[in-house]
């Protein structure tokens, strides 16, 4: 196989090779030079298969990387996201071990990050616990993470400052309350506290609540 054309692409840093049979292949700059590749060269089948090969590997890197750099994600999740953008499983999973040998990608440091950014909004231990599954966290490092998690009574008064701007709720407003703080993972016991906090004899049932919700 003969390459026809050596192009740079500015726009993605990529070099586009054009072979003989129409063929086109977006590669790496520095794969020109460990290939030694130039117009006009012939490349025999197992040469072709390395350089795609290898154009293949250092494209699940490249995406691995920029992933990693936008988001704190776990192995699992980030094989998952390379798979679905395109990239080969098995390139996938070797460009996650090269970042787990570069430090670049820890899951216990990962559901570190992930519980201190979802108690700084404000959630409670049930819905951190989701997101640790949903992230793809294995279970062994939520115990750990999860030992991190602040007393959540000051996010729970002033979430309740702010929904029920000082006043005296009325049974419709106060149910909704407690269905958004349900939702964002509190315990039931926590709510009842901060709903005492806020108003001294304010509170809920859970029967009742549990009835309204049937």
Known sequence: MKLDRLEPLAQSGRV?????????LKAQPYLVADFGLYTGLELDDERMQALYAAAKKASARER??????????SEKELKK??????E???????AVDWLKELKLVDD????????ASAAAKGYGRARIRNLLYEKGIPREYWDEALACVPPMDDA?????????????????????TVDALLRRGHSW???QAALRRYQTGLELEEDEWMEEME
Request: proline share 2%; glycine share 10%; no cysteine.
């Open 16 to 24: 586009k090779l054009v072979f003989s049979d129409g063929s086109v």
């Open 64 to 73: 691995a990387v920029r992933i990693v750099a936008a988001s704190g994600v």
């Open 81 to 86: 996201r390379l798979v679905q953008k395109g």
């Open 88 to 94: 080969d499983a098995l390139d996938a999973a070797q």
């Open 108 to 115: 216990a440091k990962t559901a570190e990050q992930l519980v």
């Open 156 to 176: 729970l008064d002033r979430f309740l400052r702010q929904r029920l701007k000082g006043g005296d709720p009325d049974e419709k407003t106060l149910k909704k």
């Open 189 to 191: 016991g926590d709510i």
